[in-house]
């Protein structure tokens, strides 16, 4: 899991979540990288315009979700 965007929140190098939703957004985006053969780098900028959009006080898994559905609609996933 090297190649996840920067800033998610790790204990040992592992992913970690405060709320289940969390885990799900994280699972949910994951999920969907693999079926499309591709790993996290599209998901990243988006990533990052969302927290640039978005702002610093937005919470880091509220910016995922907000990225995770501008590469849906980017991908034409209705």
Do not use: C, Q
């Not at 939703?21 to 990052?48: N, P, Q």
Request: proline content about 8%; hydrophobic content about 40%.
């Amino acid at each position: 899991m090297s190649d996840l965007p920067e800033g998610i929140p790790r204990d040992n190098g592992e992913p970690v979540f405060a709320a289940p939703w969390e885990s799900r957004a994280f699972g949910l985006a994951s999920a969907y990288l693999d079926t499309k053969g591709e790993d996290w780098s599209r998901f990243r900028h988006h990533l990052m315009d969302a927290i640039a959009d978005l702002g610093p006080e937005t919470p880091y898994y509220e910016a995922w979700v907000t990225a995770l559905e501008r590469l849906l609609v980017a991908d034409g996933v209705r």
